[in-house]
């Protein structure tokens, strides 16, 4: 066996800082259940497969959109676009679900899941397995339905900030640098 240097423990915070190195897109997970609506902003958020489309979410274990999620057994992601930061901001916001919904212009597709409007375009997902992962829970879920939206650039997040690109090669910082935190 070949001998090897034990492991060194990873710092939170730098973990943290590093992975704030890899810019992300920025999305808005929603369900509903009866007449329950939730949802929160995510942008740990991967397509995992095409055959079948599949997308996979990663939630933080005790937010609040994770049970109606559950109950649901559907989800949908609205993916942002550089003008609706307000609404990375509202979805990430500690108020109660039905609270960030409050005059807000939705749709509904097959799932009954609300889809924001403006977006880039939205996935909706049939829950096909609840993973729990250390201080998250990874949601796997099928594409069962898509939209297609306007087609203008991406809302970025980028070193613990938001990001635009203002065209395919040049990444815009917000003035003074980022500053949002999850
Ligand atoms: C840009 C951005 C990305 C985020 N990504 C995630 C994520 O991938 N998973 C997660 O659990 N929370 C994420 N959050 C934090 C949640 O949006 C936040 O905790 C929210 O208040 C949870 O809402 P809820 O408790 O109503 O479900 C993110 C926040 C921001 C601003």
């Known amino acids: 066996m070949t001998a090897t240097a034990p492991d060194v423990p990873v710092d939170s915070l730098g973990f943290r800082r590093?992975?704030?190195?890899?810019?992300?897109?920025?999305?808005?997970?929603?369900?509903?259940?009866?007449p329950t609506d939730a949802g929160l902003t995510v942008n740990a958020l991967l397509s995992v497969s095409v055959h079948p489309p599949a997308l996979l979410?990663?939630?933080m274990h005790d937010v609040d959109t994770l049970p109606v999620l559950r109950r649901a057994g559907a989800f949908a992601a609205s993916l942002l676009a550089h003008d609706q930061r307000a609404l990375s901001d509202r979805f990430a916001a500690a108020v109660p679900p039905a609270e960030k919904f409050l005059g807000l212009a939705?749709?509904?597709g097959s799932t009954g899941a609300p889809l924001l409007d403006g977006t880039l375009g939205a996935l909706e997902c049939r829950v096909r397995a609840v993973t729990p992962a250390f201080d998250h829970v990874l949601i796997l879920g099928e594409v069962v339905g898509q939209e297609v939206g306007r087609d203008v650039l991406p809302l970025l997040f980028y070193r613990s900030g938001y990001a635009a690109a203002d065209e395919p090669n040049s990444l815009r910082l917000p003035p003074g640098g980022p500053g949002r935190k999850r």
């Not at 590093?18 to 009866?34: F, K, N």
């Open 106 to 108: 939705v749709h509904r």
């Open 18 to 34: 590093l992975m704030g190195r890899w810019a992300t897109g920025v999305s808005v997970v929603t369900a509903r259940d009866g």
């Open 57 to 59: 979410v990663s939630l």
